[in-house]
């Protein structure tokens, strides 16, 4: 049985995907209490209303937002 061989080495490099055609950023709101979540939106300041309303409509406090989601295109070139 052989080995492969090793031609080379190359530097991976991994960086955001700014093509046009890139899924676009998402952000979602999860609270750390409940587990209730915001819906995923692209806009960060639906997130950032999502939290205080959700806050107030529990009856028992504090249900306050403990994790901020973002899911964001990843492009690697190596």
Known sequence: MSMPAVIG???W???PDREP???PTTYAMECAVCGRAS???EEFT?????APKHCGQEPVPP???GADHA???YVAHG
């Open 46 to 50: 639906d997130v950032q209303s999502w």
């Open 21 to 23: 055609d890139t899924e």
């Open 39 to 41: 819906d995923a939106t």
């Open 63 to 65: 249900h306050l937002p």
């Open 13 to 15: 490099t991994l960086e």
């Open 9 to 11: 080495y190359v530097t």
């Open 71 to 73: 899911t964001l295109a």
